[in-house]
């Protein structure tokens, strides 16, 4: 079955850089989630799109933002990068705002900041 | 706002045994709670989802069960084999929020042989 593709893998930026993830959710899932992990802490919940519209917004630095296109495809855009952006990057999607079915994750962009 | 906690951080049981990972969470509002299951420096697998009318869901040798007016649920896990060690995670789904998890801290599970 089709899962969450994320890209790149890995990533390795310098401070006051800009990084682009990109994220494909699963076919014909209409919620599209981004998760911030750091070393050895819990997801944190960034933004979410519903039908290419931002649905909800959490802990997301104004430096960073994020766009659902037409294809359901999102990207994450950070700049300005500092040291603290360090982490794993976790896209997921499900349908219906996950309020029937599972988030499926993605194995993450890991980003890390010198 | 909403707070998950899970207890005990860690744990560490021979293969065989059955074992049980909790989970408390503050505000009752839910719609539901997933249980995922996260191997080191890779994603997160949905394991199960309870709705918030539901009482437990089960999966193989997984049981999970959820007491939303104690805010509580429990991760059962039978005939733990090594193949089981990972991080288990609970997150819960906010009636307030529109798609906002909200996850615990998660268990680090190993299993020896």
């Known amino acids: 079955a089709a899962g969450v593709i994320q890209s790149p893998r890995h990533l390795i930026k310098e401070k006051r850089e800009t990084a682009t993830l990109k994220c494909y959710p699963i076919p014909r899932h209409d919620t599209v989630y981004w998760y911030q992990q750091g070393p050895g802490q819990d997801p944190q919940f960034l933004i979410s799109?519903?039908?290419?519209?931002?649905?909800d917004k959490g802990s997301i630095p104004d430096r960073f933002s994020a766009q659902q296109f037409s294809d359901y495809h999102s990207e994450l855009n950070m700049s300005s990068l500092e040291l603290g952006d360090s982490a794993l990057y976790f896209c997921?999607?499900?349908?219906?705002?996950?309020?029937?079915?599972?988030?499926?994750f993605g194995n993450g962009t890991r980003l890390t900041v010198t | 706002k909403q707070e998950v906690t899970q207890i005990p951080a860690a744990l560490s049981v021979p293969e065989g045994e059955n074992l049980v990972l909790n989970c408390s969470f503050t505000?009752?509002?839910?719609?539901?709670l997933q249980w995922f299951r996260q191997d080191p420096g890779k994603g997160l697998t949905s394991l199960l989802l309870i709705q918030s009318s539901q009482r437990e869901q089960t999966s193989g040798r997984l049981n999970a069960s959820l007491d939303k007016s104690s805010g509580r649920s429990t991760l059962y896990i039978a005939a733990s084999q090594p193949g089981d060690s990972a991080t288990y995670l609970c997150?819960?789904?906010?009636?307030?929020?529109?798609?906002?998890?909200?996850f615990g801290t998660g268990t680090r599970l190993q299993v020896t042989l």
């Open positions: 997921a999607s499900s349908s219906e705002k996950g309020r029937s079915s599972p988030l499926h």
């Open positions: 799109f519903y039908e290419k519209m931002q649905s």
């Open positions: 997150a819960a789904l906010n009636t307030g929020t529109a798609s906002k998890l909200t």
């Open positions: 505000d009752s509002a839910i719609y539901n």
